[in-house]
Nanobody
C-alpha cells in the first residue's frame, strides 16, 4: 500500500495563495493516479482535482477551475495543489488520495488510499 502525508495548509486572507503538498511512501508513486478532495465541517467529501500517473491528464471541479493547479513530481514522490485566489468557501480540510486503477474521476469511494488531511482556513 501507499502512505500519504499532506502539508502546507494554514490561515490565509481571501485572495491569497497556498501550496499544498502530499508526500507518498511505500509502493511506487508513479503507479497511482492522484487526487485532492476537501471536506468542510458537516459536509461531504468534495472533489477538487485529479491527475494521471504521468501528469498527462488533469481534471478539476468547476468551483476551482482557473484558480487551482494540480501537479506531481514522480521523482520526489510528491503531489501538489497550488491554490490561488482563495475565498472563504475554499476553507476545508484538504486530503490527497491515490487510485491504483488509473481512476481520476470525482467519486471519493473509487480511491484506495488517503492521507490524514491538512486544514485550510480563509479569512474574509
Amino acid at each position: 500500500q501507499v502512505q500519504l502525508v499532506e502539508s502546507g495548509g494554514g490561515l490565509v486572507q481571501a485572495g491569497g495563495s497556498l501550496r499544498l503538498s502530499c508526500a507518498a511512501s511505500g509502493r511506487t508513486f508513479s503507479n497511482y493516479a492522484m487526487a485532492w478532495f476537501r471536506q468542510a465541517p458537516g459536509k461531504e467529501h468534495e472533489f477538487v482535482a485529479s491527475i494521471m500517473w504521468n501528469g498527462a491528464n488533469t481534471y478539476y471541479a468547476d468551483s476551482v477551475k482557473g484558480r487551482f493547479t494540480i501537479s506531481r513530481d514522480n521523482d520526489k514522490n510528491t503531489l501538489y495543489l497550488q491554490m490561488n485566489g482563495l475565498a472563504p468557501e475554499d476553507a476545508a480540510g484538504y486530503y490527497c488520495a491515490a487510485s491504483g486503477r488509473d481512476y481520476i474521476g470525482p467519486y471519493w469511494f473509487e480511491y484506495d488510499y488517503w492521507g490524514q488531511g491538512t486544514q485550510v482556513t480563509v479569512s474574509s
